[in-house]
């Protein structure tokens, strides 16, 4: 078991940073590969964000690149997501998520991207970003 737990959204206004943390109780957390997904109403979940187990290899949105960060401190048992430059269209509920895939399939873009290859879900937090 992995289990997941989010915090650090908020309500904050265009321009603005935040960040985003998933933190797990799990022995085995540094196993698994761990992505960021969001879901804003009435739309459906989608990937944003994505890093290995290691730490070495990350994948980005197109919206989001170059304002957003993943990253992972392992002996804390927890993933970040640094948000900048929030826009409006951010705003959502976002969810981290565990895959135990293999490092060469969670390379691929179909993989990593895909919601359907992560085991372990937390509750989500939500981000909302006025303008």
């Known amino acids: 078991q992995v289990p997941l737990v989010e915090s650090g959204g908020g309500l904050v206004q265009a321009g603005d940073s935040l960040r985003l943390s998933c933190a797990s109780s799990g022995r085995t957390f540094g196993s698994y590969h761990i992505a960021w997904f969001r879901q804003a109403p009435g739309k459906e979940r989608e990937f944003v964000a994505a890093?290995?187990?290691?730490?070495?290899?990350?994948y980005y949105e197109d919206s989001v690149k170059g304002r957003f960060t993943i990253s992972r401190a392992n002996a804390e048992n927890t993933v970040y997501l640094q948000m900048t430059s929030l826009k409006p269209e951010d705003t959502a509920v976002y969810f981290c998520a565990a895959s135990g895939l293999s490092p060469g399939n969670f390379a691929l873009a179909a993989k990593h991207r895909d919601r359907l290859e992560y085991d372990y879900w937390g509750q989500g937090t939500q981000v909302a970003v006025s303008s």
């Open positions: 890093i290995s187990q290691s730490g070495g290899s990350t």
